[in-house]
């Protein structure tokens, strides 16, 4: 059976179910044992431990289906292991740690559900996601096949102190602030003749995900928000591209981030003054930072002559159903339990990340915590300003492509930008040469 019939099929067998709210009314098995779900959550220990409660509060709720909870198996990434699991025929019922980027390559192993055909699906869509976001998530065919979970914006977390004692009162705004922040930061502490602080550092591995966290969120901000693509058709902008590169070229080229590897936390060292990070790190620091780590959120850095709106990537995570369960009605109410006022509430609080909720700010349910938690207050505030990725084939393997010039043209400065954009740009055709046969 093909993947439209079997849709419809799903779609006719739904006009049977009837849907309520409070307590989930489930089925259980013919002989009276209770529906088994499996739940992959990621391994971030604050997500595995939420992912512990909820579904503690779940089975407490729910006997007659009971979520078993199993962190994602290793590997390199987590959009690998999906995908091989799907190959295989080991999928989950349930996951919360799916990126759109990988979403089309499931569409296409016929790996995920579509959950628009679920009757409540637009109401549950309307009363939690901005249209404008939700339509973001629509792939080709119509559908949507991820329920939106959580944003986290990219942003330049920084140590005060260090700004400070270097005369600077205020985070740079622009590529040339930050270059002159960092000839005073980064600097040679112990006399030895060698640099030994850094105002920044990223990872330089030329695998397509660690350039989300740099070249994509930066390309992002200097366009204004716009991404790679527009409608499906690729849209590098050539001049926005090479900033970005020149700007992490001048980094690398005059030492300012360094071509290795720390052991341990470079930034709670103090051996590094800024990272580009998610709120994800917030919770992290406040369990690991010494009393003394004064440290803030800013919008990333911008071109010189940039104005207006500060816009990053948002590096979304939802939450998918795989197409291998045996109970999509149950694994429906799950996903719609993982998304509840209380969930999310849960999701700040345990893991310090931002649910995609319309009003998150101004929600009574969530006022004290922001209350509580100021440090999230820039985060919440940057989501209405974020971008995703691509809902294209192998968007993993165009942003390789990039990655290989990333690291010619800006780590080790043996491309020019402009070079390093126009083999890109023509990598990326190849790509989309070989996935369109």
């Known amino acids: 059976m093909n ?7 799903f779609a006719l067998a739904w006009v049977l179910v009837v849907t309520g709210c409070g307590r989930t009314e489930t089925a259980s098995d013919a002989d009276g044992a209770p529906v088994r779900l499996t739940y992959w959550s990621s391994q971030n220990p604050q997500e595995r ?20 909870v199993q962190p994602l198996p290793a590997g390199q990434s987590s959009e690998e292991v999906l995908l091989a699991a799907i190959v295989a025929g080991t999928t989950p019922d349930v996951c919360s740690n799916i990126w759109p980027g990988i979403v089309t390559d499931f569409i296409r192993a016929d790996g995920v559900l579509a959950l628009d055909v679920f009757p409540d ?4 869509m309307q009363s939690r996601v901005p249209d404008y976001l939700l339509e973001r998530f629509r792939v080709d065919d119509g559908h949507v096949y991820q329920l939106p979970w959580k944003s986290n914006p990219i942003m330049m977390q920084y140590n005060v102190l260090i700004f400070r004692e270097a005369g600077f009162e205020e985070p740079p705004r622009t590529y040339g ?43 992002i901000a200097a366009s204004g928000g716009k991404t790679l693509y527009e409608q499906n058709e690729l849209r590098i902008d050539t001049t926005v591209s090479n900033q970005v590169l020149e700007f992490f070229g001048s980094l690398y080229g005059q030492g300012f981030f360094p071509k290795t590897k720390f052991q ?11 990272e580009f990070v998610g709120p994800w790190n917030i919770a992290w620091l406040e ?43 149950d694994a429906w109410q799950f996903a719609k339990f993982l998304v509840s006022e209380s969930a999310d509430l849960q999701l700040l609080e345990l893991a310090t990340q931002i649910p995609i909720r319309k009003g998150l700010l101004t929600s009574p349910q969530f006022s004290s915590f922001f209350s509580d938690h100021p ?63």
């Open 3 to 9: 993947k439209t019939a079997r849709l419809i099929l």
């Open 49 to 68: 431990e939420l992912a512990m409660r909820l579904v503690d509060e779940w089975n407490a709720l729910n006997p007659g289906v009971q979520v078993t």
């Open 121 to 124: 699906f637009d109401s549950l």
């Open 177 to 219: 602030e930050f270059l002159a922040a960092a000839e005073k930061i980064s600097v040679d502490l112990d006399g030895d003749g060698q640099l030994d602080r850094w105002i920044g550092y990223r990872n330089i591995h030329p695998i397509w995900h660690e350039r989300l966290f740099d070249y994509y969120s930066f390309y």
């Open 264 to 274: 341990g936390n470079a930034f709670v060292s103090k051996q590094i003054a800024t």
């Open 287 to 329: 369990e690991n930072a010494p009393a003394d780590l004064e440290y803030a959120y800013a919008p990333l850095p911008v071109p010189d002559d940039y104005q207006g709106t500060s816009y990053t990537y948002g590096d979304y995570k939802n939450i998918a159903i795989f197409s291998s369960t045996e109970h999509p009605n």
């Open 375 to 437: 440090k999230l207050v820039p985060f919440a505030e940057q989501v209405l300003n974020t971008r995703g990725v691509e809902g294209v084939r192998s968007f993993p393997e165009i942003l390789d492509a990039i990655a290989q010039q990333f690291e010619a043209a800006a780590v080790y400065g043996i491309r020019s930008p402009g070079e390093a954009t126009r083999l890109a740009i023509q990598r990326i055709g190849v790509i989309e040469a070989w996935n369109s046969e």
